[in-house]
């Protein structure tokens, strides 16, 4: 059992056998209500391996079996989100409970547990053979009610959770994106798609750009009752186009969706079935898209902002005469580059992107009106942490044709809100100053120090974070001593969440 805290009526997740149900899951969402449950399986059975694993805001129970040969696998029994349990503080151990006013024994064999500390979305060391992990390329499309979610095991199924809608002349969504260019062919299997609306749609998406009113190619499956459909936005701000003939109604099914040049196809193919028995579905459509690189992934909607909707499946991938934008393909580079996860905050004039080479080398991209004020405006390449910690990195050359005040280099930011809180060091646009900048609470004017004077343009610059004290530092590119230099300003900041 997972637990808020020891009182009778706290929140908590619980995974259990019972006396002749099988292996079951409860929850207890909030303080004083009342406790849900999730369902049963393994009828009549009288011991078992479970596990219980809490990742973020998700926890999910396994059966394991192990076949007597020590090596267990394990099954996933049933997931739910659980932000009442907060990542602070809470109980984790064995629960025992007999029915009404008897007492009972329980015997428990080999009994467990593992404290991990690892950066999401990255994997953590796990006893399970196919640990889950959040996507770092997974986003919110336009203004969702609910935020979604990606998750994904080492062995290749993944479940998206998403809120919104794909349809009219706008969508809002949450994307499992990868940015590429070329000829290329994207396919997974479905394995379930749950949900209550109707007209909620999830599958294949191939996008130009992350706006919410893009082009884009997509295969989606539909409500329950309902059938896949291939969607269409064939110019930016238009209405969405469909066609679901033939109509297919299988709740588990192969997608794949294919690009030659501007000309975008569907196909569909049966579970069981050869593997080159794919079948056309909806119609050949012609887009023009607006960059030379575009978007691939998983995109789940619920139809609506107060619910949300979950694909889960296997096997995403991308194949065929592509490769990751911006480098040549195929290439002669000995580093070709690759789109790494990043995004726009605020309101910024024109789309920011970030690259890495083959070698390591990082370019970023951004424009905005400023990291100053109450509210901020400028692209981040970002990657959610907890706990202490530092970041540091080398700037070989920061170049702007625009203000002064142009700023590049690191951070340390609570969300990604344009007023949250944050702990930076930048540097300005040639012939200015190295800056520590900091926003000590959300929404409040920002902070500013560059003391002592450092107008170098290539340097090292890091950020330490010990609980909530913050510091920045730098050291010069081949200077002969190897020691940080303090600079800017020690800040205490209360994050909102560790």
């Given at each position: 059992?997972?637990?808020?805290?020891?009182?009778?009526?706290?929140?908590?997740?619980?995974?259990?056998?019972?006396?002749?149900?099988?292996?079951?899951?409860?929850?207890?969402?909030?303080?004083?209500?009342?406790?849900?449950?999730?369902?049963?399986?393994?009828?009549?059975?009288?011991?078992?391996?479970?596990?219980?694993?809490?990742?973020?805001?998700?926890?999910?129970?396994?059966?394991?079996?192990?076949?007597?040969?020590?090596?267990?696998?394990?099954?996933?029994?049933?997931?739910?989100?659980?932000?009442?349990?907060?990542?602070?503080?809470?109980?984790?151990?064995?629960?025992?409970?007999?029915?009404?006013?008897?007492?009972?024994?329980?015997?428990?064999?080999?009994?467990?547990?593992?404290?991990?500390?690892?950066?999401?979305?990255?994997?953590?060391?796990?006893?399970?053979?196919a640990p889950s992990a959040f996507s770092d390329e997974s986003i919110d499309i336009g203004s969702v009610g609910i935020a979604g979610s990606v998750m994904k095991t080492s062995a290749g199924n993944f479940k998206a959770t998403g809120s919104g809608n794909i349809w009219g002349r706008s969508d809002y969504f949450h994307y499992d994106h990868h940015p590429v260019h070329g000829d290329l062919s994207i396919e997974m299997l479905v394995d379930s798609f749950e949900g209550?609306?109707?007209?909620?749609?999830?599958?294949?998406?191939?996008?130009?750009?992350?706006?919410?009113?893009?082009?884009?190619?997509?295969?989606?499956?539909?409500?329950?009752?309902?059938?896949?459909?291939?969607?269409?936005?064939?110019?930016?701000?238009?209405?969405?186009?469909?066609?679901?003939?033939?109509?297919?109604?299988?709740?588990?099914?192969?997608?794949?969706?294919?690009?030659?040049?501007?000309?975008?196809?569907?196909?569909?193919?049966?579970?069981?079935?050869?593997?080159?028995?794919?079948?056309?579905?909806?119609?050949?459509?012609?887009?023009?898209?607006?960059?030379?690189?575009?978007?691939?992934?998983?995109?789940?909607?619920?139809?609506?902002?107060?619910?949300?909707?979950?694909?889960?499946?296997?096997?995403?991938?991308?194949?065929?005469?592509?490769?990751?934008?911006?480098?040549?393909?195929?290439?002669?580079?000995?580093?070709?580059?690759?789109?790494?996860?990043?995004?726009?905050?605020?309101?910024?004039?024109?789309?920011?992107?970030?690259?890495?080479?083959?070698?390591?080398?990082?370019?970023?991209?951004?424009?905005?009106?400023?990291?100053?004020?109450?509210?901020?405006?400028?692209?981040?390449?970002?990657?959610?942490?907890?706990?202490?910690?530092?970041?540091?990195?080398?700037?070989?050359?920061?170049?702007?044709?625009?203000?002064?005040?142009?700023?590049?280099?690191?951070?340390?930011?609570?969300?990604?809100?344009?007023?949250?809180?944050?702990?930076?060091?930048?540097?300005?646009?040639?012939?200015?100053?190295?800056?520590?900048?900091?926003?000590?609470?959300?929404?409040?004017?920002?902070?500013h120090n560059s003391s002592p004077d450092v107008r170098d343009r290539k340097l090292w610059l890091r950020i330490t974070k010990i609980d909530n004290v913050f510091q920045a530092y730098f050291r010069r590119e081949g200077d002969s001593d190897p020691d940080w230099i303090k600079f800017g300003a020690t800040a205490t900041i209360n994050f909102s969440s560790p």
């Open positions: 059992m997972f637990r808020a805290g020891l009182e009778p009526d706290s929140p908590h997740v619980r995974i259990y056998l019972t006396g002749g149900e099988g292996i079951c899951m409860q929850y207890r969402p909030e303080t004083g209500t009342y406790s849900h449950h999730m369902g049963c399986k393994y009828s009549g059975a009288k011991a078992a391996w479970l596990k219980l694993e809490k990742r973020m805001d998700f926890i999910t129970g396994y059966v394991g079996t192990d076949g007597g040969s020590g090596n267990i696998s394990w099954t996933e029994l049933y997931s739910t989100e659980a932000a009442y349990i907060e990542d602070s503080q809470y109980n984790a151990d064995l629960a025992v409970c007999p029915s009404y006013h008897y007492q009972m024994e329980a015997i428990f064999e080999d009994y467990d547990y593992s404290v991990e500390s690892y950066f999401f979305p990255s994997a953590a060391p796990s006893i399970s053979s209550d609306q109707y007209w909620r749609k999830a599958g294949l998406m191939i996008r130009d750009t992350l706006e919410p009113n893009a082009k884009h190619y997509s295969l989606f499956m539909m409500g329950d009752g309902n059938r896949m459909g291939q969607f269409f936005r064939s110019c930016v701000n238009c209405y969405t186009g469909w066609n679901d003939q033939p109509r297919i109604y299988d709740r588990s099914v192969y997608m794949k969706i294919t690009k030659t040049g501007n000309t975008f196809e569907a196909f569909y193919r049966k579970v069981g079935s050869d593997e080159d028995a794919w079948a056309k579905i909806g119609e050949t459509k012609v887009i023009d898209f607006s960059n030379d690189y575009f978007y691939v992934g998983i995109a789940v909607s619920a139809d609506t902002n107060g619910k949300t909707a979950t694909i889960s499946g296997s096997g995403f991938t991308i194949t065929g005469d592509m490769y990751y934008f911006p480098s040549a393909a195929p290439s002669i580079s000995a580093a070709p580059s690759a789109y790494i996860t990043s995004q726009d905050i605020g309101n910024v004039g024109k789309a920011g992107s970030a690259t890495k080479s083959g070698d390591g080398q990082v370019t970023v991209r951004g424009s905005g009106y400023d990291i100053w004020g109450s509210n901020d405006a400028f692209h981040f390449v970002k990657r959610p942490a907890s706990g202490d910690l530092s970041i540091e990195m080398l700037v070989e050359d920061f170049a702007s044709p625009g203000h002064d005040w142009a700023k590049g280099g690191i951070m340390i930011r609570d969300t990604l809100n344009t007023n949250s809180m944050h702990y930076s060091m930048l540097l300005t646009k040639s012939g200015n100053v190295l800056a520590n900048q900091w926003r000590p609470c959300t929404n409040c004017g920002s902070q």
